[in-house]
């Protein structure tokens, strides 16, 4: 909860955004990937670069005057494409890259920030809560260790 209040309030606050444009719905499954015992094999860095690959990707057929089957298509195998060719295995970026074809008003009048804001932001914030919640585990099983 504190993960999602933050980036609610960074957005909010920091970047000056309105409530509509703060939490993306890709940021659910970014949290359950990065708080579940799930390992990535993928670094930070790829991730976030995946994830700002399909926003752009997702931005690009959203300004484009396609058919809006032929653009979701599109953007989607483009992008599991190019995810397949840097080895970068993150499903969330289905997600994201989706979202400013389907969206709100808001979300589309971002055009390429979307990468960035609440993109890239949002993932960052969760990456770091992620690996606050490896520290604290890390400490108490040392303690609990100790303590035996």
């Given amino acids: ?63 484009s005057n396609l058919d809006m089957m032929f653009k979701i298509s599109m953007a989607i195998g483009i992008c599991i494409l190019l995810l397949n060719l840097t080895r970068v295995h993150y499903p969330p970026v289905g997600a994201i890259v989706i979202i400013p074809l389907i969206s709100n008003p808001e979300i589309k009048e971002l055009g390429y920030l979307y990468a960035i804001y609440p993109t890239m932001t949002g993932i960052t914030i969760i990456y770091i809560f992620s690996k606050i919640k490896q520290k604290i585990n890390t400490i108490y099983l040392l303690w609990q260790a100790k303590k035996q």
């Fill in 1 to 63: 909860m504190a993960c999602f209040i933050c980036i609610y309030l960074c957005h909010k606050f920091l970047l000056d955004g309105n409530e509509n444009t703060l939490v993306i719905a890709a940021f659910g499954a970014s949290a359950v990937l990065a708080f579940s015992e799930y390992i990535s094999k993928n670094s930070f860095v790829k991730i976030l670069l995946a994830s700002g690959i399909g926003a752009v990707i997702g931005v690009f057929f959203s300004q």
